[in-house]
C-alpha cells in the first residue's frame, strides 16, 4: 500500500496557483486539470517509447504496440517533451490546444473529454510555460500510477477549488483506502458495477484491480456510472479510458436525481461516496418520484435520496456499499426516521460501519459506511435475516501527516474479515462480537434504540484499564451522543405539543 503523503502537493499548488491571477476558480480548474491529463497520457506513452526502443526488433514509432498495451497512442506533436521544448514560446496555448485534438482523434474513447482552450487570450501564456515546467514530475508511469501520484494531486486541487469556490466539500476525489475498504468488504468479482456519482472513477478503478488481484479476468465485470460534474466527468472518462476499463458513463455528464442516465439498469455491486448534505438537489420537484419507495426525503437534505436511489439499482441479490456523514445514521427530522424505520424493518441494511476522522482532503465530516443486501439469505451465505452488523472503526487507521489519517492494509483487512466472518464466508473464520469494536445485533433491539444505526450505541466499550482516550477523541464522542439525546428530547417535545395540541391544549 503506497503511502498517501507524497509531499509536495501543497508545493505544487503554490505553484500552479500562480497561472490563476485573476481567472475565476471554477475556470482555472479546467487548465490545472487538462494539463495533469496530458502528462498522465504523455508519461504512460513515454515509458513504453523508452521500453520498445531497447528492444531490437521492435519499432518504438508502431502504434499498435501502444494499443495492445492499453496506453493512449500519442503522436509527437502532443508528447510532453515537445509541449515542454516549446513552453516559452508566446503560441504554448495553441500548441497545447493542438496536442488535445490529436490524441482526441487518435484516441475515439477520449472525444469530447479533453479541455482545448488553453489558446484564449485571458490566459497568460508567460505563467502557462512555468506551470508546464513546475508539472515536470512523473504522474502516468507505472510507479507513479502505482502510489497513484495523479489521484493524489488532483484530490489536493479539487479541495482547493471547492475551498476557492466556496463549497462544503461536495466534490472530491474519494481517498482510496476508503474506496479500497468498500472493494474488499464487497469484492466485486463479477456482474455488474453501479456508481450513481462515480466522480474521477476511483470505485471502477479499485473493483477492476480487485478482480486481477484475485486471478479474475477485467471482462468479468460490467461499470456503469453517472457524473454531473462536466470536468470530473470528464476526467473519470480518461481514467477509464487510461486503464482500458470499458464504462458507460453516459454520453454526457448529467444529475442523477434529475435525468437518470440508466433508468432500467439493476446492479450486482453499488458502490458510491455521494456528496455529504446536498441542500440544494432540487427535491421539491420529485416528489412523486417512484424512487421514493420508503417515503419522500426531505428538500433540504439529499442523503435519504442517494439511499433510496441505490436501493432502486439492486438487483434481487445486489449488495451496496457506500459512504454517508455519520448524521444520517441518527438524523431525527420526521421524514428521514420514517424512511430510515422502513429501511431497517424491510431488512436492508446488512452492515454499518464508523470511520475515523480525517480521512478526506476536503472535508473534516465524520463519515460511515452503509451497507445494503437486497436479500440477506442468497448467494451462498449465512441466513442473515433480522440482523445488522455494526462495526466502529473510529479509533483504527493512522496519521500521514500532521492533519490527514489512513487506513492501513490491517486496518482494512481487520474491518472486511469481521464483516465476511458474519456473513459465513469460510475463509474469514468464526464471526464473534468484540466489545467496543464490533457487534451483531438483532432488528428488535435497533427498533427499541428508536432505529438509531450508531454503531457506538450497540459495541459497547471495550475493557481497558485506564482511560486511554484522547480528550478530543472523548469530546467528539460525548458532544456526537449528546446531539443524539437533544434531537430525541426534542423530537419527544414535538410529540407531546402535537398530542397536547390534539386535545386543545396549545403551548
Given at each position: 500500500?503506497?503511502?498517501?503523503?507524497?509531499?509536495?502537493?501543497?508545493?505544487?499548488?503554490?505553484?500552479?496557483?500562480?497561472?490563476?491571477?485573476?481567472?475565476?476558480?471554477?475556470?482555472?480548474?479546467?487548465?490545472?486539470?487538462?494539463?495533469?491529463?496530458?502528462?498522465?497520457?504523455?508519461?504512460?506513452?513515454?515509458?513504453?517509447?523508452?521500453?520498445?526502443?531497447?528492444?531490437?526488433?521492435?519499432?518504438?514509432?508502431?502504434?499498435?504496440?501502444?494499443?495492445?498495451?492499453?496506453?493512449?497512442?500519442?503522436p509527437k506533436e502532443a508528447r510532453w517533451t515537445h509541449i515542454q521544448a516549446n513552453a516559452k514560446k508566446p503560441e504554448i496555448g495553441q500548441i497545447i490546444d493542438?496536442?488535445?485534438?490529436?490524441?482526441?482523434?487518435?484516441?475515439?474513447?477520449?472525444?469530447?473529454?479533453?479541455?482545448?482552450?488553453?489558446?484564449?487570450?485571458?490566459?497568460?501564456?508567460?505563467?502557462?510555460?512555468?506551470?508546464?515546467?513546475?508539472?515536470?514530475?512523473?504522474?502516468?508511469?507505472?510507479?507513479?500510477?502505482?502510489?497513484?501520484?495523479?489521484?493524489?494531486?488532483?484530490?489536493?486541487?479539487?479541495?482547493?477549488?471547492?475551498?476557492?469556490?466556496?463549497?462544503?466539500?461536495?466534490?472530491?476525489?474519494?481517498?482510496?483506502?476508503?474506496?479500497?475498504?468498500?472493494?474488499?468488504?464487497?469484492?466485486?468479482?463479477?456482474?455488474?458495477?453501479?456508481?450513481?456519482?462515480?466522480?474521477?472513477?476511483?470505485?471502477?478503478?479499485?473493483?477492476?484491480?480487485?478482480?486481477?488481484?484475485?486471478?479474475?479476468?477485467?471482462?468479468?465485470?460490467?461499470?456503469?456510472?453517472?457524473?454531473?460534474?462536466?470536468?470530473?466527468?470528464?476526467?473519470?472518462?480518461?481514467?477509464?479510458?487510461?486503464?482500458?476499463?470499458?464504462?458507460?458513463?453516459?454520453?454526457?455528464?448529467?444529475?442523477?436525481?434529475?435525468?437518470?442516465?440508466?433508468?432500467?439498469?439493476?446492479?450486482?455491486?453499488?458502490?458510491?461516496?455521494?456528496?455529504?448534505?446536498?441542500?440544494?438537489?432540487?427535491?421539491?420537484?420529485?416528489?412523486?418520484?417512484?424512487?421514493?419507495?420508503?417515503?419522500?426525503?426531505?428538500?433540504?437534505?439529499?442523503?435519504?435520496?442517494?439511499?433510496?436511489?441505490?436501493?432502486?439499482?439492486?438487483?434481487?441479490?445486489?449488495?451496496?456499499?457506500?459512504?454517508?456523514?455519520?448524521?444520517?445514521?441518527?438524523?431525527?427530522?420526521?421524514?428521514?426516521?420514517?424512511?430510515?424505520?422502513?429501511?431497517?424493518?424491510?431488512?436492508?441494511?446488512?452492515?454499518?460501519?464508523?470511520?475515523?476522522?480525517?480521512?478526506?482532503?476536503?472535508?473534516?465530516?465524520?463519515?460511515?459506511?452503509?451497507?445494503?443486501?437486497?436479500?440477506?439469505?442468497?448467494?451462498?451465505?449465512?441466513?442473515?435475516?433480522?440482523?445488522?452488523?455494526?462495526?466502529?472503526?473510529?479509533?483504527?487507521?493512522?496519521?500521514?501527516?500532521?492533519?490527514?489519517?489512513?487506513?492501513?492494509?490491517?486496518?482494512?483487512?481487520?474491518?472486511?474479515?469481521?464483516?465476511?466472518?458474519?456473513?459465513?464466508?469460510?475463509?474469514?473464520?468464526?464471526?464473534?462480537?468484540?466489545?467496543?469494536?464490533?457487534?451483531?445485533?438483532?432488528?428488535?433491539?435497533?427498533?427499541?434504540?428508536?432505529?438509531?444505526?450508531?454503531?457506538?450505541?450497540?459495541?459497547?466499550?471495550?475493557?481497558?484499564?485506564?482511560?486511554?482516550?484522547?480528550?478530543?477523541?472523548?469530546?467528539?464522542?460525548?458532544?456526537?451522543?449528546?446531539?443524539?439525546?437533544?434531537?430525541?428530547?426534542?423530537?419527544?417535545?414535538?410529540?407531546?405539543?402535537?398530542?397536547?395540541?390534539?386535545?386543545?391544549?396549545?403551548?
Amino acid at each position: 500500500m503506497a503511502t498517501a503523503n507524497i509531499g509536495f502537493e501543497e508545493k505544487l499548488w503554490t505553484l500552479a496557483d500562480k497561472l490563476r491571477g485573476s481567472m475565476d476558480s471554477a475556470e482555472y480548474k479546467h487548465v490545472a486539470l487538462g494539463l495533469l491529463f496530458l502528462k498522465y497520457v504523455s508519461d504512460a506513452f513515454e515509458e513504453k517509447y523508452a521500453e520498445l526502443e531497447l528492444e531490437p526488433y521492435a519499432d518504438a514509432e508502431d502504434r499498435d504496440e501502444y494499443v495492445a498495451a492499453n496506453i493512449f497512442w500519442v503522436p509527437k506533436e502532443a508528447r510532453w517533451t515537445h509541449i515542454q521544448a516549446n513552453a516559452k514560446k508566446p503560441e504554448i496555448g495553441q500548441i497545447i490546444d493542438n496536442a488535445m485534438i490529436l490524441i482526441e482523434k487518435e484516441n475515439p474513447s477520449l472525444k469530447g473529454v479533453l479541455p482545448k482552450d488553453f489558446s484564449r487570450p485571458a490566459l497568460d501564456k508567460t505563467r502557462l510555460g512555468e506551470v508546464i515546467d513546475v508539472f515536470s514530475f512523473k504522474v502516468g508511469d507505472k510507479d507513479s500510477r502505482s502510489k497513484d501520484v495523479l489521484g493524489r494531486v488532483y484530490e489536493y486541487f479539487l479541495s482547493r477549488f471547492a475551498s476557492a469556490e466556496g463549497k462544503n466539500g461536495g466534490e472530491f476525489y474519494t481517498p482510496s483506502s476508503v474506496v479500497r475498504l468498500l472493494v474488499e468488504m464487497l469484492e466485486p468479482y463479477k456482474g455488474r458495477i453501479y456508481d450513481p456519482c462515480c466522480g474521477s472513477g476511483g470505485m471502477f478503478v479499485q473493483s477492476e484491480k480487485f478482480v486481477e488481484e484475485h486471478q479474475g479476468k477485467a471482462g468479468d465485470i460490467a461499470v456503469y456510472g453517472q457524473e454531473s460534474n462536466p470536468t470530473t466527468w470528464r476526467l473519470c472518462k480518461m481514467n477509464l479510458a487510461i486503464r482500458g476499463i470499458d464504462g458507460n458513463l453516459g454520453e454526457y455528464n448529467a444529475d442523477t436525481f434529475h435525468n437518470d442516465l440508466h433508468k432500467n439498469m439493476k446492479a450486482d455491486y453499488i458502490l458510491a461516496n455521494p456528496p455529504f448534505n446536498i441542500s440544494d438537489w432540487g427535491g421539491q420537484r420529485l416528489t412523486e418520484d417512484t424512487r421514493w419507495q420508503y417515503g419522500i426525503p426531505p428538500a433540504g437534505n439529499a442523503n435519504y435520496a442517494w439511499i433510496q436511489h441505490i436501493v432502486s439499482k439492486l438487483a434481487p441479490s445486489g449488495v451496496a456499499g457506500f459512504v454517508l456523514a455519520n448524521g444520517s445514521m441518527s438524523t431525527s427530522t420526521t421524514s428521514e426516521i420514517e424512511i430510515r424505520r422502513k429501511l431497517v424493518d424491510a431488512d436492508l441494511v446488512d452492515c454499518i460501519v464508523t470511520l475515523p476522522g480525517q480521512l478526506f482532503y476536503s472535508t473534516q465530516i465524520p463519515v460511515c459506511l452503509w451497507f445494503m443486501a437486497k436479500n440477506k439469505s442468497t448467494r451462498g451465505l449465512r441466513d442473515r435475516r433480522g440482523e445488522i452488523l455494526f462495526i466502529d472503526a473510529r479509533k483504527m487507521g493512522h496519521m500521514v501527516d500532521r492533519t490527514h489519517k489512513e487506513l492501513g492494509a490491517e486496518d482494512m483487512k481487520k474491518i472486511a474479515d469481521t464483516y465476511h466472518a458474519w456473513r459465513g464466508q469460510a475463509e474469514a473464520g468464526q464471526y464473534e462480537d468484540v466489545k467496543g469494536f464490533c457487534k451483531a445485533e438483532m432488528l428488535a433491539e435497533v427498533q427499541k434504540h428508536e432505529y438509531i444505526l450508531t454503531p457506538g450505541r450497540y459495541v459497547g466499550i471495550e475493557d481497558a484499564e485506564e482511560d486511554s482516550e484522547p480528550f478530543e477523541d472523548k469530546m467528539v464522542r460525548l458532544t456526537s451522543e449528546l446531539a443524539e439525546q437533544f434531537a430525541k428530547s426534542r423530537q419527544l417535545e414535538d410529540e407531546i405539543r402535537k398530542q397536547l395540541g390534539g386535545i386543545g391544549f396549545e403551548f
